[in-house]
């Protein structure tokens, strides 16, 4: 299987403080997801991305999420003010532009004290 | 976006086949059937997909009935390595984005 890479394994922050996580993309795959794990629970949808654009964001993804891609290959998350809530396991995905399978990391688990 | 429903846990003995069901009787004509699987809190693990004919690959075989509406994820021979928490989605095309939406899963343990 394809293989997508996150970066850290673990993170953890103070509340208040900010966060990036980033991901190191499939080669040519265009299409990048982040979705988020609170312990137990399910896997939930947080954004998709394409071209630079945020293509869907769901409600969790609120003003205190960002994702970009700052160097053209990397795509990070970015957790501006960190509350104890967002204390999860992020995964980021990935799906080619020709493809239909998104693949995943991972995970990065951050951890809000 | 299509709503799926699957039995929270489910018990297989190792070495026998395990029948994961799912029902998805919202499901539109155009939307794929996937099923991923996650080991412990790993990354979710692709498995397989389809959109009306059965499907078949080195890990399992999909059984989408003629309506749709519902399908099965078969583990021809399950080993202990197999437990895990396996999860049927219906990708949904909304916004110019596919979404791969995720629903609570199946808890499969394999006894051995």
């Known amino acids: ?17 900010e966060v ?52 053209g290959s990397n795509f990070t998350l970015k957790i501006r003010s960190t509350k104890l809530e967002d204390s999860a396991m992020y995964f980021c995905a990935n799906r080619p532009s020709s493809g239909n399978t998104i693949y995943f990391g991972e995970g990065s688990w951050l951890t809000v004290v | 976006d299509a709503k799926t429903t699957q039995p929270t ?17 919202t499901i539109s004509g155009n ?21 009306k004919n059965n499907e078949t690959n080195e890990m399992a075989s999909l059984i989408i009935t003629e309506d749709r509406k519902s399908s099965t994820l078969i583990l021809p021979h399950a080993t202990l390595r197999d437990t895990a928490v396996y999860y049927c989605i219906v990708r949904s095309f909304t916004s110019g984005t596919y979404k791969y939406i995720f629903g609570t899963g199946t808890r499969l343990k394999v006894l051995a």
């Not at chain 2, 846990?9 to 009787?25: I, K």
Request: with cysteine; glycine share 4%.
């Open chain 1, 20 to 71: 990036i996580l980033r991901c190191v993309p499939i080669s040519n795959h265009l299409y990048f997801y982040w979705y988020r794990q609170i312990l137990g629970q399910k896997v939930e949808f947080l954004v998709s991305f394409y071209n630079n654009e945020i293509s869907e964001k769901s409600e969790i993804f609120d003003d205190q999420f960002s994702v970009e891609r700052p160097d």
């Open chain 2, 31 to 51: 939307e794929y059937v996937y099923w991923y699987r996650q080991i412990h809190s790993q990354g979710p693990q692709y498995i397989i997909h389809g959109l």
């Open chain 1, 1 to 17: 299987e394809p293989e997508v890479t996150q970066t850290p394994s673990h993170q953890v922050t103070q509340m208040g403080q």
């Open chain 2, 9 to 25: 846990s489910m018990d297989c003995a190792e070495g026998r086949a395990a029948n994961l069901p799912c029902n998805h009787s």
